[in-house]
Every structure is written in C-alpha cells, then in structure tokens.
C-alpha cells in the first residue's frame, strides 16, 4: 500500500523554525534555520547553472542557516572537509516550473539504449515518528529540485556531478559523458521519488539508483542517492565510486531490486565515420564561461590557462593537483564506507612549444602515409581495458595494439588518454595562445585530475606543472 504523508503538517512544522545547532562536523548541513538570520546563496535562475557563477562559501557550514534547497559544487578529491570551500546556488523557485525543457540535438551515432538500474533503499520505521515525514517530503523535494536543473542542463552531453542539501537531506548525482542529462535524469529519478514517496527514508539511511555493472565505463555509469544523515560524506563517497565505474554495495540496505528495459539516450564514443560525437541545446542561450576573477584562488572551479605564462594564482580551493598517474583498470568492489576519495580538481593553463610526442605506425601493411596522417581517436575513460577500448574503436584487440605501439594499453590506461583507433599519428591538440598574447584558459570540473587535463590538451603532467608553477 502506498504510504500517504501529510505535506501540511510538514510543511508547518518546517515554517516553525529552530535555532541552529553547534556545528561538530564542518561537512554538516543542518535542517535548522533561524527566521530573519538566513544566508542563502544567489538563485540559481538567475547565476546559471555553470558553478563557476555561483556564491563561494568559505565553510559548508555557513549554508546551513539556509532553509532553501542548494545546490553545491566542490571537489571531489577534499579527503578533509576542514576549509572546504564550496560553490552554491539557491534552488528554491518557480522559474523552472514554467519553462519547458530545451530540445537536444541529436549526437553522430546516438540511439536511445535499454538500461539496468538498481534500486535499493532503507525505509523509515515508526521510531523515526514524528520526523520521517518531514524526511520524505524534505528529501522529495530536493530531489525535485535537482531534476529540474539537470533536465535544463546547458552542456547535456557532458559529465555531470552535482550535489543537494535541503533540510538535514543532501544528494549526489553522477552522469557519465556519454550519457544524455535529461534523458537519464527524465527516466532514473521517478523511481527512486516514487519509492521515497512510499516507504520513506529511515533517520540516518539513504536511497539510491544506480545504472553500473564490472563491463560499464564511467562515460556510461549514472548514480544517484539521498541520505537523511544531515551530511555530505556518504553522497559524496557514493559519487566518487560512480566515476570510477563502480558500483555500490546495496548489502547494507534493507531492500532493493532491480529494474530492467530502462530507455536512456547514448551516444558512442566513436562514430562510424570516425567523428568524435557531440550534442547541443538547440533552445537554450549557453552559460556564461567566465571565472569569477575575485573568487578564483579559493573556490571550486577556478580555471587552468593553457596558453601562456601565469601571473595570477587561480587555485580550486580544496587541493592542489596532484602528479602521480592513476590506473582505471576495474579494482576490487568498494562501498561508500571504505571508499577513499582521490579525485582532484583545479584549474589550469599551458601553451608547449615544439612538437608533441608521437607515436608511428608499426604495420605489417604498406601504409606509406602513416606517419603523417592523424588517426581517429577515443579517450579511455575510467574502468577501460584494451578489450573495450578496441569494441569502442570498432577494430581488433590486435589492431588497437598495432595502431598504438609506443602504449600497453593491456596494462596500464589513465582516465582522459586518446589513443588511435585508426593508422597514423595522435592529433596534435595542444593550445595556443590568444591573439592578444593571453593563454587558453580551462575551467576545471569538479572530478578533473591533473593527469586528466595533461592528456585531453595532448600534454604531459610535467607541462602542466611547468606552465603554472606560480599558480600553487
């Protein structure tokens, strides 16, 4: 039987309002509020959703006095919430309830693919009374909150990770790169706020979704969980798995099931003309790239130049860059309790002169232009092998060795590399300078690592160090 909850009386109850308690744990985000002494970020309506325009708290805990959902943008490598810096934006509003999500171009290659999601939960129990109301409604409507903004998302066929807090409740969401936003986020949230919706959420447990299995990549991995332990730590070890193309143990939920003959919208890494595949909005005015220059050495998102020499510090405020490569080869399974989180995030900018190292063709085959003609390429994501990195490229396991003879890629792959799919050489990507002697700038994402960003802009760690040794 479906579980009714009376919103009125939770809603009155939220509207009674209490003071603030003692912050312990800096990562904790209180349900309490006090009436007249809140401080909430800006609307989200009004910076955008790019996180690089929203407010920069010093502490997470300084959101807390915000009785209003919030979304939040911090790195995923903070292995300590002591100083963790944090983007934010208030979610709370109509603007969304109006406008129509945008129409998404159709990507090269896309075709709309049946998934297999995972639904576990642990509900609430009458020793939750009277709270697990106001936890199901609280952590409804974050939900809702969330949904709302990824289904207008500007960049829908980019990695998305975003994270909630409303009321005690947070939420992380993961979507891999491959995966269309409202398409995955239209077909995956129902689910879960329908099982909210009817069983509730146990005082200090969660929910979650997950689409990922040991022969899934991360570009094609989806995850999202709410908890009701009034902390960022469990969603956000939830969603370092996921990026890692892990799963999460559901033993320690009381139930879960699975759900099969999900239709979601993907794209290939690789098209059959050997075009990279690319989406866009075709209703919806792009957000504004542009750093928040007074904020930029201590907040989430700062951008990396990869044009020029630095002269100003831009820093992610969490961590700095880390240089050691890290292996996405598939591990042993992990869980949001023993999980380490090791993503890093920064920005940074670069512009290498002479050539880049390539690699030639080693071919049993006459090819006389190979090594001057570019090859296709892929990009490894986390959880590939030299197995799904040839059914990616749409050759051989032994062709994709003979195309890259200077790698094993049997034994060692790091998230963001490109190898060829084709004979030839790797195109040469790296950046150049602006016309006004300025350097390409990147913003950094919220799970980017150094090794990462080194290898989409065709540089090595070193380069990246180099070219922004005064930036941290």
Same mark, same amino acid.
């Given at each position: 039987?479906?579980?009714?909850?009376?919103?009125?009386?939770?809603?009155?109850?939220?509207?009674?309002?209490?003071? @603030?308690?003692?912050?312990?744990?800096?990562?904790?985000?209180?349900?309490?509020?006090?009436?007249?002494? %809140?401080?909430?970020?800006? @609307?989200?309506?009004?910076?955008?959703?790019? @996180?690089?325009?929203? /407010?920069?708290?010093?502490?997470?805990?300084?959101?807390?006095?915000?009785?209003?959902?919030?979304?939040?943008?911090?790195?995923?490598?903070?292995?300590?919430?002591?100083?963790?810096?944090? &983007?934010?934006?208030?979610?709370?509003?109509?603007?969304?309830?109006?406008?129509?999500?945008?129409?998404?171009?159709?990507?090269?290659?896309?075709?709309? /693919?049946?998934?297999?999601? %995972?639904?576990?939960?642990?509900?609430?129990?009458?020793?939750?009374?009277?709270?697990?109301?106001?936890?199901?409604?609280?952590? *409804?409507?974050?939900?809702?909150?969330?949904?709302?903004?990824?289904?207008?998302?500007?960049?829908?066929?980019? !990695?998305?990770?975003?994270?909630?807090?409303?009321?005690?409740?947070?939420?992380?969401?993961?979507?891999?790169?491959?995966?269309?936003?409202?398409?995955?986020?239209?077909?995956?949230?129902?689910?879960?706020?329908?099982?909210?919706?009817?069983?509730?959420?146990?005082?200090?447990?969660?929910?979650?979704? %997950?689409?990922?299995?040991?022969?899934?990549?991360?570009?094609?991995?989806?995850?999202?969980?709410?908890?009701?332990?009034?902390?960022?730590?469990? =969603?956000?070890?939830?969603?370092?798995?996921?990026?890692?193309?892990?799963?999460?143990?559901?033993?320690?939920?009381?139930?879960?099931?699975?759900?099969?003959?999900?239709?979601?919208?993907?794209?290939?890494?690789?098209?059959?003309?050997?075009?990279?595949?690319?989406?866009?909005?075709?209703?919806?005015?792009?957000?504004?790239?542009?750093?928040?220059?007074?904020?930029? %050495?201590?907040? @989430?998102?700062?951008?990396? &130049?990869?044009?020029? $020499? *630095?002269?100003?510090?831009?820093?992610?405020?969490?961590?700095?860059?880390?240089?050691?490569?890290?292996?996405?080869?598939?591990?042993?399974? =992990?869980?949001?309790?023993?999980?380490?989180?090791?993503?890093?995030?920064?920005?940074?900018?670069?512009?290498?002169?002479?050539?880049?190292?390539?690699?030639?063709?080693?071919?049993?085959?006459?090819?006389?232009?190979?090594?001057?003609?570019?090859?296709?390429?892929?990009?490894?994501?986390?959880?590939?092998?030299?197995?799904?990195?040839?059914?990616?490229?749409?050759?051989?396991?032994?062709?994709? *060795?003979?195309?890259?003879?200077?790698?094993?890629?049997?034994?060692? $792959?790091? +998230?963001?590399?490109?190898?060829?799919?084709?004979?030839? *050489?790797?195109?040469?990507?790296?950046?150049?300078?602006?016309?006004?002697?300025?350097?390409?700038?990147?913003? =950094?994402?919220?799970?980017?690592?150094? +090794?990462?960003?080194?290898?989409?802009?065709?540089? !090595?760690?070193?380069?990246?160090?180099?070219?922004?040794?005064?930036?941290?």
């Amino acid at each position: 039987m479906r579980r009714r909850i009376d919103f009125s009386v939770v809603f009155a109850t939220w509207l009674a309002g209490l003071i @603030p308690p003692t912050v312990s744990d800096p990562t904790e985000i209180h349900r309490a509020w006090s009436v007249g002494n %809140q401080l909430c970020p800006e @609307p989200c309506y009004t910076t955008g959703p790019n @996180p690089s325009n929203w /407010t920069v708290f010093a502490d997470v805990h300084l959101i807390s006095g915000c009785t209003r959902p919030v979304l939040l943008d911090f790195s995923l490598d903070a292995t300590s919430a002591e100083g963790l810096y944090v &983007r934010s934006c208030d979610a709370w509003g109509e603007h969304y309830y109006f406008a129509p999500p945008p129409k998404i171009s159709a990507a090269p290659g896309e075709k709309e /693919t049946n998934v297999t999601a %995972q639904l576990a939960w642990s509900p609430s129990s009458d020793s939750d009374r009277p709270d697990s109301d106001r936890i199901s409604f609280s952590a *409804i409507k974050l939900l809702q909150q969330v949904e709302y903004q990824l289904m207008r998302s500007p960049t829908p066929w980019e !990695k998305t990770i975003v994270f909630g807090a409303f009321q005690g409740i947070t939420v992380g969401v993961y979507i891999g790169d491959n995966m269309l936003n409202p398409s995955a986020v239209g077909a995956l949230f129902e689910p879960l706020m329908e099982k909210v919706s009817e069983v509730g959420i146990g005082r200090s447990k969660s929910a979650l979704l %997950q689409v990922c299995d040991e022969k899934r990549t991360s570009d094609q991995t989806f995850g999202v969980v709410v908890a009701a332990d009034g902390t960022l730590g469990g =969603v956000k070890a939830a969603v370092t798995i996921w990026s890692k193309s892990h799963c999460i143990s559901t033993t320690t939920f009381a139930a879960s099931t699975k759900l099969d003959n999900i239709p979601v919208r993907i794209k290939p890494r690789l098209s059959s003309q050997g075009v990279v595949p690319t989406g866009t909005p075709t209703s919806l005015t792009a957000a504004s790239r542009e750093s928040v220059k007074s904020a930029a %050495q201590s907040r @989430p998102g700062s951008t990396i &130049r990869t044009g020029a $020499t *630095i002269k100003n510090k831009v820093q992610r405020g969490l961590t700095t860059l880390q240089s050691q490569t890290q292996p996405v080869s598939k591990q042993t399974p =992990v869980t949001a309790k023993n999980m380490t989180p090791t993503g890093k995030g920064n920005t940074a900018s670069a512009h290498v002169p002479g050539p880049t190292n390539q690699a030639t063709i080693k071919s049993n085959t006459d090819l006389t232009t190979a090594t001057t003609t570019e090859c296709r390429t892929v990009k490894v994501f986390a959880g590939d092998n030299c197995d799904s990195l040839a059914k990616n490229c749409h050759i051989s396991r032994d062709d994709l *060795i003979m195309f890259n003879p200077g790698v094993d890629l049997c034994k060692s $792959t790091y +998230e963001g590399q490109r190898v060829c799919c084709s004979a030839g *050489i790797l195109p040469d990507v790296r950046p150049q300078q602006n016309a006004d002697g300025s350097c390409f700038s990147y913003e =950094v994402k919220v799970s980017d690592r150094c +090794e990462s960003i080194a290898a989409v802009y065709g540089l !090595k760690v070193a380069d990246v160090e180099r070219l922004n040794y005064d930036t941290w």
